[in-house]
Structure formats: structure tokens, C-alpha cells
């Protein structure tokens, strides 16, 4: 089904879209101080699957979005997912070298540079949803939406909740919830960008959460799954690293054939909350399949 | 004229106003997870001149601006001044272990809690606006204004020709230029946000910007003269690091008698931009003399 050939146009659509509306909203590398600006390219352009810009635009053709804006979307979320990645890499943080095959942010250029890198990448994700040409209203949402899923009791609050994890036995329910805030939390809010940008009504939006709350989940089980069964060069990242830290895994907790089996129930669980939507929500079920199958 | 008393007063009464916003409006200890939330309170509330929240209420009473608007300003923009303080703090930046007599974010927690709670402060700046209570088309302004002045090509992009400059030898210009993006952006922004919240118009913006275009070159010039002056403890952070390090700095471009008039200089133009403006400004007017007699 992921072999459809359709999706597969949709798919490279949408993804050479981004890669075009990323180079251009991005300062160039020639704009002062331009070791700043060369150091944010290279974090946000080093490729990975676009999840999250790709769910911006597959709930965004659920209405009638501007396509503008869901370029602005799209953008402002993948600059907050590499804003995290960039931080996360960091000696301080999980130490890691390599990033989707290339060297980190702080090994290809510096640690400052890296740290400025993040920061500034997560202003610039706020600042194009302020300048974006859509109603003030929808772009103030937005706004909401993002800082709520990346601040405190979002992303940033889920690695906090996560560096404290480390040689703790975690159950279940700390598992997920840390793993709904860390991970998920952006997931979901890609899907509800898009959502927002296209004017859906509250039930559809409340669909909308189903699926993406699923989603995020089968996501963080697949990557723990990648963990304990991918080489490092298969993950563009050293592998491995969850069990060698001691970090509580869903792999570790359920175990690997269960983890597996668990993400497919998750997977098919997100696209029944879809069935209110007809084939325009074709790209949202064909990404939740992705999820599950993908390398990463 | 410092001691002017009803500026006394003012001063007494902006500044409790604000400390009183700010502890509403962080979340609390007690919030999951809580060590981050509670290294946060201690990296924003750890005191400081709060001369940016100042200058938003100095601003903001020049026209016709909303209270709750203006605490919120106030609030977000000294919530950037306290992440970029956290990051500067940083062992792969400045490695200082003072600031304002207590430890450090990262000394008093740890590296990779500073990290995120520099993160999470500057995601929580921009989620304040958002659901501040004014018209969107304000609110989306400030956001505008605050990340242009505290991303790449502001403030972080300060940060980074500051991180360039270490051992170079940058001429006065060079020097204007990376003060202008590292402490001048966020400072004029502060000014320039009480102005939008007030509904000023184009004419007194200006006035406004020239203002605090004069206001935040004194400032630098103040700092750098106390770094060479002051110790330690009355800064309330190591003294003398520009010199150790090799910084450039107006007191080794100018001379430090020089620098000293030249803050007085530029403290009067700053006060001169304020003609058009009646007594309402005088908080702005005490906020210039403030900013050269601080011992910061």
C-alpha cells in the first residue's frame, strides 16, 4: 500500500516543496554573521524523512488551507524539530557525532555555534508564523499551538522528564507519558497546523488528535524498535545508544516482538480515526503506514 | 534626578508589579516535570535590574496601552534576556559560574537543565504573547518585533560575531555593529513593544527608536566600564573576563576616560530623541540616567 503509486507522487510533491520553500525562507548563508546562518542551513537541510512538514500538509488538504501558509507551517515546525535535534546532540545532552550520516551541528562547526544555532532556529520557527499571510487570528493559533507542544509542558518538558529517567525503572504509564510529550507532542501538533490552516470544525479536529495522539505513539515504538535492531549506519545515528545508557525503552519494557505487534495495532488504530474523512485523507493514512515501515 | 521621588515611586511600583506577573505567570514548582519548572523560576526570578521590563511600562505609558498587555510584554522580553543569560552562561560559551551573586543556572542544577530551561524560556516568551488579551494583530506584532530583535540577525546574531571577535581586532564600527545586535536589539525591542502596546504612531516610533538606539550603546559603553572598574561582587558576576579574554571593548578602543564621557554624550541625545513627549515620559527620561549611574 505504501507502493501506491499515487501516494508516491503526493509524497514527492510535497517533499520537493518543502526542500524549495525551506532553501528560500531560511537566511542564506551570505547574511551576517554568515558562519550563524551556513551553521542553521546545514542543521535544517541535512535531509530526514520530513515527517512533521509532511503531515502539516496532509491535514492540511483536509480544508481549504492557503497553500502559503502551509509552506509557513511546515517550515516553522521542521525548525523546531532541528532546533531539538541540534540541542539534543550536544555533548551535555546525549553526546552523539552523527546525525542522519553527517556530523553534528557542534562537530561540523563548534558547541557555541551549535547552541546559537538552536536558539535562533527556534525563534525563526515563531517569527515566520507571525509574518505569514493568513488571518491574524489562524496565525496567532498557531503560535499557541507550537509553543505549547515545544515549550515546558511539551517537547523540552519530555527530555527533561527523560534525562531523569536514566537508570530508573520506568513503568508503562511514565513511558508513554514522557515519550506523549517528548516526541508526540510535536507530531500531533503538525497534524493540528495543518488542522488549523484548514479551517476544520471541532470534531474534525478532535479526529484529528486521535489519529496523531496514535501516531505518535507507533512512532516512538518503531524508534525504539530501530534501536535495538538497526546498525548505525542504517539509522544515520549510533545505534544502540538507548540500551548502552540504560534508558528504559519499549523494546526494554515490552519486549520485541510485542513492541512490534503493538506498533501495527497503533498504526491501524490512528487510521480509524480517520474514517470520517474520505480519499483526501489518503496522505494522512499512507504516512501513518510510513511510520511503520520506515527505516528512519 | 535619580532621586527624584515620584520616579522613586514609579520605579518601586513597576518593579513589584513586575515581580508579581512574573511569578503568576511561570509556571509554578510544582508543574511536571518539576525540576525544570523550578530551574526556570530560578533562572527568570533570580532579581536583576529588569531594566527591559522597565522600559516596556516607560514605553507603554505614553499612550494608550492595555495594563495586562504590558505586563505580558514585559514579561516575555525579560524571559529572552533570562534564556540568553542562561545559554551566555554556559561552559561552551562564557563558563561563568556567578551571575548576580548566586551560581549559575547550570552549577545550581545541571548543563543539560540549563540547556532546556533556556529553551523552554524563550518558547514561553513567544506563548505569552500569543495568548496575551489584545487584538491579534498587536499581539502578532510583538511577536514579530521580539523575534527579529532576538534571533539571527539580532541578539543570537550578536552572540555569534561576539563568539568570532575573541582575539581579533575589531575597530570601533565592528564593535557598534555586534553590540547593536548582542544587547541593543533586545533593549530597543523592549521600548518598542510598550510603543505598539500603546498604539503609538509612526512619528513617535521613531522618536522612540532613536531613543533607544542612543540607550543601548550607553549601556554596553556602562558595562564595559564597569567590567574594568568594578569588582566582582558589586557586579555579582566575575569582573575583568573581556580583558582576560581578549575581548575588545570600549574601554580598550577609546580609553577609559573617554568611554565614560561618551556614555554621558550619548545618555543626553538619548534623552533629546524624548522632546515631542510631555511628562508621560519621564520614567524613559529616569531609565537613560539610570542605565549610566547603575553599578548594573
Given at each position: 500500500?505504501?507502493?501506491?503509486?499515487?501516494?508516491?507522487e503526493?509524497?514527492?510533491?510535497?517533499?520537493?516543496?518543502?526542500?524549495?520553500?525551506?532553501?528560500?525562507?531560511?537566511?542564506?548563508?551570505?547574511?551576517?554573521?554568515?558562519?550563524?546562518?551556513?551553521?542553521?542551513?546545514?542543521a535544517?537541510?541535512?535531509?530526514?524523512?520530513?515527517?512533521?512538514?509532511?503531515?502539516?500538509?496532509?491535514?492540511?488538504?483536509?480544508?481549504?488551507?492557503?497553500?502559503?501558509?502551509?509552506?509557513?507551517?511546515?517550515?516553522?515546525?521542521?525548525?523546531?524539530?532541528?532546533?531539538?535535534?541540534?540541542?539534543?546532540?550536544?555533548?551535555?545532552?546525549?553526546?552523539?557525532?552523527?546525525?542522519?550520516?553527517?556530523?553534528?551541528?557542534?562537530?561540523?562547526?563548534?558547541?557555541?555555534?551549535?547552541?546559537?544555532?538552536?536558539?535562533?532556529?527556534?525563534?525563526?520557527?515563531?517569527e515566520?508564523?507571525?509574518?505569514?499571510?493568513?488571518?491574524?487570528?489562524?496565525?496567532?493559533?498557531?503560535?499557541a499551538?507550537?509553543?505549547?507542544?515545544?515549550g515546558?509542558?511539551?517537547?523540552?518538558?519530555?527530555?527533561?522528564?527523560?534525562?531523569?529517567?536514566?537508570?530508573?525503572?520506568?513503568?508503562?504509564?511514565d513511558?508513554?507519558?514522557?515519550?506523549?510529550?517528548?516526541?508526540?507532542?510535536?507530531?500531533?501538533?503538525?497534524?493540528?497546523?495543518?488542522?488549523?490552516?484548514?479551517?476544520?470544525?471541532?470534531?474534525?479536529?478532535?479526529?484529528?488528535?486521535?489519529?496523531?495522539?496514535?501516531?505518535?505513539?507507533?512512532?516512538?515504538?518503531?524508534?525504539?524498535?530501530?534501536?535495538?535492531?538497526?546498525?548505525?549506519q542504517?539509522?544515520?545515528?549510533?545505534?544502540?545508544?538507548?540500551?548502552?545508557?540504560?534508558?528504559?525503552?519499549?523494546?526494554?519494557?515490552m519486549?520485541?516482538?510485542?513492541?512490534?505487534?503493538?506498533?501495527?495495532?497503533?498504526?491501524?488504530?490512528?487510521?480509524?480515526?480517520?474514517?470520517?474523512?474520505?480519499?483526501?485523507?489518503?496522505?494522512?493514512?499512507?504516512?501513518?503506514?510510513?511510520?511503520?515501515?520506515?527505516?528512519?
Open positions: 500500500m505504501t507502493g501506491n503509486s499515487s501516494f508516491q503526493w509524497l514527492k510533491q510535497h517533499s520537493e516543496q518543502f526542500e524549495s520553500v525551506l532553501g528560500d525562507i531560511l537566511d542564506s548563508a551570505q547574511t551576517i554573521p554568515n558562519r550563524l546562518h551556513e551553521a542553521m542551513r546545514y535544517a537541510q541535512g535531509g530526514g524523512k520530513r515527517v512533521r512538514p509532511l503531515l502539516v500538509y496532509a491535514a492540511g488538504q483536509l480544508g481549504d488551507a492557503k497553500p502559503e501558509m502551509l509552506d509557513c507551517a511546515a517550515v516553522a515546525i521542521e525548525c523546531i524539530h532541528a532546533y531539538s535535534l541540534v540541542h539534543d546532540d550536544l555533548p551535555c545532552m546525549d553526546n552523539d557525532d552523527l546525525r542522519r550520516g553527517r556530523p553534528t551541528v557542534h562537530k561540523a562547526f563548534d558547541e557555541a555555534t551549535a547552541l546559537l544555532v538552536g536558539d535562533a532556529l527556534q525563534t525563526r520557527a515563531f515566520i508564523l507571525a509574518l505569514a499571510d493568513d488571518s491574524a487570528q489562524l496565525r496567532l493559533q498557531m503560535i499551538a507550537l509553543a505549547a507542544a515545544s515546558s509542558r511539551g517537547m523540552a518538558g519530555g527530555q527533561a522528564i527523560d534525562l531523569d529517567s536514566v537508570g530508573k525503572k520506568l513503568d508503562l504509564a513511558l508513554k507519558h514522557m515519550h506523549a510529550l517528548k516526541t508526540g507532542a510535536l507530531l500531533s501538533c503538525a497534524v493540528q497546523m495543518g488542522g488549523i490552516a484548514a479551517h476544520l470544525n471541532v470534531s474534525q479536529m478532535d479526529s484529528l488528535r486521535g489519529y496523531s495522539e496514535a501516531l505518535g505513539l507507533t512512532f516512538q515504538i518503531v524508534d525504539d524498535v530501530l534501536d535495538a535492531t538497526a546498525d548505525s542504517t539509522l544515520g545515528k549510533t545505534a544502540g545508544k538507548d540500551a548502552a545508557n540504560d534508558k528504559p525503552t519499549y523494546v526494554t519494557l519486549g520485541l516482538d510485542y513492541a512490534q505487534k503493538q506498533a501495527q495495532t497503533l498504526q491501524a488504530q490512528a487510521i480509524g480515526h480517520l474514517e470520517g474523512f474520505g480519499s483526501e485523507a489518503d496522505p494522512l493514512r499512507e504516512l501513518a503506514l510510513l511510520v511503520v515501515n520506515r527505516g528512519k
